[in-house]
């Protein structure tokens, strides 16, 4: 049986290859949407000119000249005066100083370049930082587990981005588009995390189960509450850039279910591993017992989950909520508004999937639990047998 497991880990870390070699497959084969004579080049600012730049409090209107010394590329080396465009949107505009590091696209003719434009400053560096420290810290606590979660996380990002995103764009049913791929995220990272098993099956469905469950009330009550869905950042701007047969009502019905995705496996795992070792210490526990043991444990986790997702959700927007306390805003305004109503909206029915998944879970788990056999109670005297050894696939 250690063969087995072996062959089934072998099994799924080829999967996650072939997933990762689909994605960059279709990266290849996407039609490229840039203009071809344009090109992004990295620099360091060297000089600025703030002569047609105003200032209004800590907006800024009007252009910037920015001189950059370009360090990538075919054209390393060369000085470059790019216009930086300024529309007092702070959540959009930078304005740059000497030293800056920025990203320019650059237009290229037969003599080299001829326009360019400040795109935004370069944060990849730090960012990759940052991920490097998410990376060694992972693989030193978690060991093997941590390198599986970073390959699932690896998989997860090549999906959304090569599947899901491209599926939306191209006027794809969104909640049918975002089902499959809540499935298929679902079962890599489960299976590659827990291995092939009962325990990996029993969270899988009571994964998919909670999250249908939100899935069917995010139509339901998004229909009632008259969510449009242009209340997400960008979605106003994603629909003038020319996407207008897009059903932004339902994309962000998809936004919410794919929100809650991630902590409904967390407590489907929890419940189904909690009850995998309650089984393997009391082989002889009841399919009742093991259950209600199963529901105790939903119901600790479900408890701090769903504030999780409260504080996520308002840690996003709360500037927002600062605004309307500096305004002494009533609560009737407030629960009323727009925003503030999608991302009420948005918190339950995460809340009320990330519940349903726990009883699910436990349900599924113990039926799958009860069909072990009872030679788990003397696994500890069979020092040179594990149970694996003895059953016909993993138990955990």
């Known amino acids: 049986m250690k063969i087995m497991r072996l062959m089934s880990g072998k099994v799924l870390f080829l999967i996650l290859i072939l997933i990762c070699g689909f994605g960059y497959w279709l990266s290849a084969t996407t039609p490229e949407t840039a203009q071809p004579d344009v090109v992004e080049l990295r620099g360091v600012v060297t000089a600025v000119d703030n002569s047609d730049l105003i200032s209004s409090g800590v907006g800024h209107l009007g252009s910037q000249s920015v001189t950059i010394t370009v360090t990538t ?32 696209a650059a237009q290229i003719n037969s003599e080299g370049i001829s326009y360019a434009k400040t795109i935004s400053q370069y944060r990849q560096r730090w960012e ?18 941590g390198l599986k979660a970073l390959f699932s996380f690896v998989a997860s990002v090549v999906i959304l981005w090569e599947f899901l995103l491209p599926g939306l764009l191209a006027g794809q049913n969104p909640l049918l588009l975002t089902a499959v791929t809540l499935t298929l995220l679902t079962l890599i990272i489960i299976f590659l995390v827990g291995g092939i098993s ?9 994964t998919l189960a909670g999250l249908g469950v939100a899935l069917l009330l995010t139509v339901i ?76 444990v939903g119901r600790a986790v479900v408890g701090t989950m769903t504030t999780t997702l409260l504080l996520a959700y308002s840690g996003g927007y709360l500037t927002m909520l600062m605004l309307f306390v500096s305004k002494d805003t009533s609560l009737l305004r407030i629960l009323n508004f727009k925003m503030v109503a999608a991302e009420i909206f948005r918190t339950l029915v ?36 594990t149970p694996e050894d003895v059953l016909p696939g993993p138990v955990n």
């Open 350 to 385: 995460g809340s009320v999937g990330l519940v349903a998944v726990a009883p699910l879970t436990a349900l599924i788990a113990a039926w799958l639990y009860s069909s072990l056999p009872v030679v788990l109670s003397h696994q500890k005297k069979l020092r040179d047998t």
């Open 221 to 296: 009550f998004g229909q009632l509450l008259e969510v449009n869905g242009m209340t997400a950042p960008f979605a106003p701007t994603l629909i003038l850039s020319g996407h207008f047969n897009l059903n932004m009502q339902e994309i962000f019905y998809a936004a919410v279910v794919l929100g809650a995705s991630g902590a409904a496996m967390d407590i489907a795992m929890d419940v189904a591993a909690s009850m995998l070792e309650v089984k393997q210490a009391c082989p002889h526990i009841s399919s009742k017992e093991l259950m209600k043991s199963g529901l105790n």
């Open 128 to 145: 990759g930082v940052l991920f490097g420290l998410f990376v060694v810290l992972l693989v030193v606590y978690a060991g093997t587990v």
């Open 198 to 206: 009962r325990k990996a099956v029993a969270a899988t469905i009571g």
């Open 73 to 104: 590329g075919q054209y390393k080396g060369e000085s470059v005066i790019a216009d930086n465009g300024l529309i007092g949107s702070l959540e959009i505009d930078e304005v740059y100083s000497p030293g800056d590091v920025a990203i320019i």
